[in-house]
């Protein structure tokens, strides 16, 4: 697929239900679903009203065919802020036409734009596929950090 023919949108409110939508496929894809408890009216509150997040899509043909969701972080180190990327999919039958290349060069225009001093993101360890995909375009692992999380009740046993 040529580059001019995926055109690059950021979300509107009105894109709550689309947002959701990619993020079912991809939970169904990571074998995730029963995981996702994301409302339209989350995405909207949280994505439009609170700002915590953007999503881009690439359209092709005036149909969204990917999507992702990121956010900015921050490095003590660097002194800078940085892009991380939370989720980024493309629908199976747009797969193999460089469509995912260009979201992740998209998105690190974005940070490049923004001054960010890093891009990164997680990858589940058994997604060989993804893996192979980031290392082609330079990504590298980072093996000598582990991901902690609260969540749930331990996050509010934390919290009292």
Request: glycine share 8%; net charge negative.
């Amino acid at each position: 697929m040529d580059k001019a023919d995926i055109v690059f949108r950021y979300a509107n409110r009105g894109d709550c239900g689309l947002i959701l939508r990619f993020i079912r496929e991809l939970a169904a894809y990571e074998r995730m679903a029963d995981a996702v408890t994301a409302t339209e009216a989350l995405l909207e509150e949280w994505l439009f009203d609170k700002q915590s997040a953007e999503v881009i899509f690439a359209v092709v043909d005036n149909t969204e065919v990917a999507f992702a969701l990121f956010f900015h972080n921050f490095s003590t180190f660097l002194g800078k802020a940085g892009l991380y990327l939370e989720d980024l999919y493309v629908m199976p039958e747009y797969r193999g036409r460089g469509i995912g290349t260009a979201m992740l060069k998209k998105l690190a225009g974005i940070a490049a734009e923004r001054g960010y001093g890093r891009f990164e993101w997680w990858c589940l360890d058994w997604n060989t596929d993804s893996i192979e995909f980031y290392r082609s375009h330079g990504a590298e692992a980072m093996s000598d950090w582990t991901v902690y999380r609260l969540s749930g009740k331990t996050l509010e046993e934390m919290a009292k």
